[in-house]
């Protein structure tokens, strides 16, 4: 048990220092960024996504496609459907 508990307690630690460099990216970053989740629910943004979305703390969780683009060209479920499949 001894070793199990160590070897999670190495992973647990990897995924606070991978959470918090990612963090400190968005905090950094002048880049409009949008992570989703696999379901295209809101995990995180940076506050320059809000130039193209209408997005508050409270949308964390909800689907991006519920929300409206503050930008024109081609269909916004199409593009994020061409992005998840293509990568």
Do not use: W
């Amino acid at each position: 048990l001894y070793a199990l508990n160590s070897e999670f307690q190495s992973k647990i630690q990897e995924l606070s220092e991978a959470n918090s460099d990612i963090n400190n990216m968005i905090k950094s970053t002048n880049v409009a960024l949008i992570f989703l989740d696999k379901h295209f629910n809101i995990r995180k943004f940076t506050p320059q996504s809000c130039q193209y979305f209408p997005l508050s703390p409270q949308d964390m969780g909800r689907s991006i496609l519920e929300l409206s683009p503050r930008f024109k060209g081609g269909s916004f479920v199409e593009l994020v459907n061409e992005v998840a499949t293509s990568g």
